[in-house]
């Protein structure tokens, strides 16, 4: 299983953490509502590997590391951290 991959879709939310991470949605349509595990994944940009922060609506593609996030809440895959950004 590789560990980096490249995620295409619309970007349906950003969040800038108290961290430091941004965190942007990415989904395969601009409509879709929340975090639905199907449609969506999470990706993460860190302090170290900074990027330029998309608009929502806009489709992106992210490239970087995959990982589960298994913490209370969340058991999604995610992109973390992302690397490139292709707008």
């Known amino acids: 299983m590789a560990t980096h991959a490249a995620v295409g879709g619309f970007v349906t939310q950003v969040t800038k953490r ?3 991470d941004t965190d942007i949605r990415i989904c395969e349509n601009p409509r879709v ?4 595990r199907a449609r969506c994944i999470m990706s ?3 302090p170290k ?3 330029e922060v998309p608009q929502v609506g806009k489709p992106i593609t992210v490239k970087g ?3 589960y996030d ?3 809440g969340a058991h999604w895959w ?3 951290p992302v690397e490139q950004i292709e707008k």
């Open 78 to 80: 995610e992109i973390n």
């Open 18 to 20: 108290d961290d430091g």
């Open 65 to 67: 590391i995959t990982r």
């Open 49 to 51: 590997i900074p990027c």
């Open 44 to 46: 993460k940009c860190i």
């Open 70 to 72: 298994a913490k209370v």
């Open 33 to 36: 509502d929340g975090m639905d």
